[in-house]
């Protein structure tokens, strides 16, 4: 049984840091590229980052460049997405995803069909 467990959401302040952690079983994780996505109230999901299977090439939406870093541990099976800076429009619930690997380099645009696995979210709150 694959599991995805999302965990490190909670409520900060504007400006603030948050490190979101997701834990894999039931799968090869070293196989498996893993992303980040989001979904605030009323809107559908968006991709917010990406990273291929050993963590050597990252994709990040617009929005978050610059402020947000996704990163692995293929020993802990693992994916983080640490958030600084946060602004009150990067509140929504964060989930995990994973697919497989077919191909070392990621995918352009990816939308939540690209992915095949996720969490069940972790909830991420910002406040001015």
């Known amino acids: 049984q694959v599991q995805l467990v999302e965990s490190g959401g909670g409520w900060v302040q504007a400006g603030d840091s948050l490190r979101l952690s997701c834990t894999v079983s039931?799968?090869?994780?070293?196989?498996?590229?893993m992303g980040w996505f989001r979904q605030a109230p009323g809107l559908q999901r968006e991709f917010v980052a990406q990273?291929?299977?050993?963590?050597?090439?990252?994709a990040y939406t617009d929005s978050v460049k610059g402020r947000f870093t996704i990163s692995r541990d293929n020993a802990k099976n693992t994916v983080y997405l640490q958030m600084n800076s946060l602004k009150p429009e990067d509140t929504a619930v964060y989930y995990c995803?994973?697919?497989?690997?077919?191909?070392?380099?990621?995918?352009?645009?990816?939308?939540?069909?690209?992915?095949?696995?996720w969490g069940q979210g972790t909830q991420v709150t910002v406040s001015s």
């Open positions: 995803a994973a697919r497989p690997g077919l191909s070392y380099r990621l995918i352009s645009s990816p939308t939540e069909r690209d992915f095949r696995y």
């Open positions: 039931g799968r090869t994780f070293s196989r498996d590229h």
């Open positions: 990273v291929n299977v050993d963590g050597a090439i990252t």
